[in-house]
């Protein structure tokens, strides 16, 4: 048996993703890994260091900070550039900040376009970077699945989904005129099951909000919603303490928990394996306006 055919599935995709982490070093001028601090963020960050073992990353870490997200989301990223040594890139649209931007008001799309698109948008034309790294799984959501690994933008950094270049073979087009772009996710073709039991193997760090803990919240549209020092309570609600953890990480106002009892990776591996929605079903973003993702990924979201 050949040395590929006795790869376990877990092998397959890590060897996988390095070679497309490999690629951007070897043909970007100015590659960057984004780094959004949650589970797929630290796989990457793992992967991007066995890539280059023993030499450091070879590009800098981009941090879009909408401050809006969990603290212990910021006490991490801080801590693992100090603990690895990357090089930590935090990007902030503080002209829309100063102006008062947040969802309660503003609501989730307006909000999101503001301090997540346009950020995005103007810190990767500040660092000219034309290789971008992404964390985004097929498996996460339908406008996702239809992403390329390498994935064309134009010049205004927009998506246009029906002229996609194919991809043969794990042959990849790189080739961009000035002012283009290409977003390249090494995780397409992850799952979150994937992704954890690759956490366990491994023993990556990541976030404590990803296990279980009494935590207070508002039940709001079938919704796990956390109450941060700023979150308005709606006429008729009051917060309670719920045993929760979260599936995935945003802004705390948009990102809802789900009753959990995980406290290790083992417990949120077995829950897991009987889950039957989708883990970005508490995502508020991705179901506030017809088309959601997509639309925003169009415009220039990651």
Known sequence: ???RLSLGLLDELEAE???IIREVAAEGERPVMMYSIGKDSSVMLHLARKAFHPAPIPFPLLHVDTEFKFPEMIEFRNRMAVEIGFDLRVYTNRQAIDSGANPWEMGTVRCCGFLK????????K?????LVIGGARREEERSRAK????????IHGQWDPRRQRPEFWQLYNTRMHPGESMRVFPLS???????????AREGIAVVPLYFAAEREVVERNGQLIPVGKDTPLLAGETSVQRLCRFRTLGCYPC???VASSAVTVEEIIAELEQARLSERTTRIIDHDQDGSMERK????YF
Request: glycine residues 6%; charged residues 30%.
């Open 1 to 3: 048996m050949s040395e």
């Open 17 to 19: 993703s390095i070679q």
């Open 117 to 124: 698109t346009q950020a995005l948008l103007e810190s990767l």
């Open 126 to 130: 500040l660092g000219s970077y034309d």
């Open 147 to 154: 992403e390329r690994v390498f994935s064309f933008r134009d």
């Open 189 to 199: 073709n992850w799952t979150e099951l994937d992704v954890w039991r690759y956490i």
């Open 255 to 257: 990102t809802g928990a």
């Open 297 to 300: 990924k169009r415009e220039g």
